[in-house]
């Protein structure tokens, strides 16, 4: 079970980082949201897998899994959602903005040397 | 504490005018300005015991392993400058209230204000150097700010950054010097230091910590050769000039060097460094003084020049010496910022500030006029002003004083300093006021209101108050804050009249004569001033500078090129052999934990996972197909964390899911419907190394984790035992969220908050004019229509789901504490069921049956999880400590009532504000580019048995 899991995430992994080389905003995004998942996840099992254990106390209960690794994902989950609307708004805007979704800028976009006076 | 409040103050009070501008300009400045008189008030409160000699302390642990502590202390010299600082500071916030053009964002400007006089009243007050540098910077950066504060003047940017470079560069040095101190005596809390002088003036690194020091000193407060930067911060508006430049900022080196008067001076080292640049800048500054015309310029280069009177004064390293410097700093406070005040009033009035078009004001303005004289005397020197008082005392500590035994050098350079100042004292009101009422001035000039000129007026009042009973008005006050300088017993006598025998008589009057000449001469001399090459320090200030800015800005261009692609793969490699070399060259147990086996299901689950990535990869140019995609990756990931016995994370998981396809499929509508092919296949295959590289690390790292124990004892046991007996509840995830760890979610949330405020910043941008706004307009679907857009099944299927989705949201949430839920499950699911409303019948129809602010929303939330973290307080918990208690209602059973679920509250709402804020930003995007608004629920109605025409619709 320990290999599928792993083999998901560098799968996730792998996938995120290709689609986030690519050179338009959308893939860009969809890249990091795979990411997200996977690092979610393999946060996620540095509590150690286990399955058919209670998710709750009870005075009774055999073991738990491990509940720290959850909470800590269980927000990383929803600031990722945050994120992700937020570079989807900027990939929006950038797209309105210049008229095409190109991540690279071109030489038109670089700064003047020197900058402001 | 008290005095920690002092600081503090001023940097609450920098929140509030960005608030009250709202309220108008007067509520904003009273606002502005109760807040200073309220730190004043304390200051005051604390005045009695410091005038008995006491010395007032507030020690509070910071940082003690970097021996960094918040300790204040205040003594004679802590109270002569932060009542300066917040007394000044109160006139200045009055006379900006009517400086302050029409167009000027005055809640920025206080906001600005109140930074810079935080800062400086933690100057003056910390008694730890660390603490005192932060608040040295903090000066800089604050009066960078308000430097620039007119930003779209070129001068004023320049003369911003340039101020920023000296100052910073200075202070830079003066942390170094500090360090060295504090070295030497071992401790860096001031009241010990200022008890070392032996060890420190014994060590052989008094030298370099004295110069070190003594730069960041003399760049902060002007002196030669850092003196330049002054006059081009006059770019300033003048409240800002009057404030920083005349009356505290530029005092900050001078009380720098008085505080570190009782250790660092009375040694050659610092009579030649120290009175030697306060000499020469006085009398450098005061000549240069005389040919500006820009009123401005003039009492910038007056300024510089009385501040190297003071340095000089402080240089000499005797008592008497520090105690007129003392004196002096007062005198120069009440008189130069009154000048430069009324330097703004003419030109608020007149529109120039240049002499040679100003004149014969004296007739138009008689209330300036009457200012400015006094003012321009008393820096002139003339009986009985305060400042004839200090220059006297000034001039007889000068004659006394032999220069590397010469004893009449000091004497005669003072001298021509106070007979130049006499000379441009004078020509500020001559050229400025005397004279014919000319015609050709820019701007009708007559006197302000009120407002505008009181605050120079007040001063001016001190002035003579001051000149004419020195002993009752302010030797006090010189007494107790010259006691602090020089650790003595200070009983100063001032007088009006020394005798015929005093050399400081005799020195005054050739200096007021030679002055008249000066100022009769002036034409003559200016001719020969203009025709004399001199350097310019701002040119030999910009080359110095600009090789540094270019080279840099060509390091950042090379490496910064604005190619994201190149970024994210230099970084994916770099975190790769930097993983594979600690991997490599680190030790590790091999791994002994027993596998688990695979079972069929999970294996399906798990094909369907990878041959949807796969999937993605190869069909990402289609992007609605990838969207479909990531959705079924979404579902096997909540479905793994469901299997691994994470109830908590798979409900996230779904949840969160679902929002985020709705908000990906709404900007895709607007959006390109496909990729297309760029790159070359090199590229791609290049691309797909750096990827599986990345992949193959990521796996083998879970696996070799997964496989072993953890090193150390998760500290999950500690939550476990107490998620019950001291959360209160039996959802341990939960617990954890909202009380364990409760300010992590607390921080969260605000996060989250933000992220929902950014997006609605960025529509609002997008919606202005613009050419994404013109794109928006002249927007043309580019998918076919649904003929439908509001098909009548699914608004019914909704309109019945809402109920039913609210009360599982509110389900989930009460449950959450002891089952799995809780307030970010029930917020999305909530958000959730109202987009589908949206979905349905559309953003206009739904938002007009649904009265809920999204921004109050979200503010509510956390201000609702603060409050209940707050509420500990009064239970004598720290921030964020949660009760609970059972109560019985007949006739429901027994329940629980925890603060944790307020919080709980609060997360909720902020969830579901910032979910629905960022969706209706969207939606409001899709107004600007023409989607229609629909009246009626749905497009077709049966009961009617037509579709309804365009018109209807909208």
Redesign the interface.
Known sequence: MEALVASAIGALTAAGIYLMLRQRTFPVIIGLTLLTYAVNVFLFTSGRLATGLPGIYSSNAAGYSDPLPQALVLTAIVISFGMTAVIVMMALGAFLEAGHDKVDMNDEDTPVEGGQK | MSLALIAALPFLGALLPGLMIRAGKNACAIVTGSVTALALLLLGLNAPAVLRGEVVQTRIEWIPSLGLNANFFLDGLGLLFAGLILGIGLLIILYARFYLAKSDPMGQFYTYLMLFQGAMVGIVLSDNILLLLVFWELTSLSSFLLIGYWKHL?EG??GARMALTVTGGGGLAMIAGMLILGNIVGSYDLSVILENKEAIQASDWYLPALILILLGAFTKSAQFPFHFWLPHAMAAPTPVSAYLHSATMVKAGLFLMARMWPVLAGTPEWFYIVATTGLVTMVMAAKIALFKDDLKGLLAFSTVSHLGLITMLLGFGTVEAATVAVFHIINHATFKAALFMSAGIVDHEAHTRDLKRLGGLRTLMPITFTIVTIASLSMAGIPPLNGFLSKELTLEEAAHTAWMANPWLLGVLATIGALFSVAYSFRFIAHGFLGPVRDDYPSKPHDPGFGLWAAPALLAGLVVVIGLFPMLTAAWLVNAAAGAVTGQEIAVKISHWHGLYAPALWMSLAAIGGGLLLLGMHPRLMAMWLATPRPEAKRIFDGIIEPF??FA??LS?ALH??????Y??IG?LAIAGAAYYAFDTGTHAIGT?E?????PV??LG?LS??LA??A??IY?RQ?LL??VL?GI??LM?SV??A???????AL??IS?EV??II??LL??N???KA??V??TSLRRTW??A???I???G??????A???R??AFT???EF??AN??SGGG?????NV??VDF?GY??FG?II??GI??L??FA??E??LRA???ND??LAWRPDQRRAGDRHPMMLVVATRLMLPIALLVGVFIFLRGH???GGG?IAG?IVAIALVMQYMASGFAWTAARQKVDYHALVASGVLIAAATGIGAWFNGMPFLTSAFGYVTIWPLEEFELATALLFDIGVFLT?VG??ML?LA??SR?GLRAGETVNVQPFDIDPSEGRTLNSEEAR
């Open positions: 070129p940017r320049q800015a270019a800005s060509r261009n090129d604005g190619a994201l692609t190149r994210i793969a994916t934990r596998l688990m086996a695979i079972h999970p294996a798990w996972l990878i990535t796969l993605i990869v990402h992007r990838t969207l990531v990756i979404g990931v793994g964390f299997y691994f016995s994470a109830p908590d994370l996230t998981q969160v929002a985020t908000l990906m900007a895709l607007f959006l390109p990729t297309p760029e790159s691309d797909a750096i990827a599986v990345a992949g193959v990521v796996a083998a790292l879970a696996y984790l997964m496989i124990d953890p998760p500290i999950s939550h476990i998620s019950k509840g039996t959802n341990i995830v954890i969220l760890r992590d979610t969260e996060v989250l992220a929902a950014v997006i960025l529509t941008a997008l613009g050419p994404a794109r928006l002891n089952e799995p970010f999305l969830v910032a979910v960022a930003s969207l995007i």
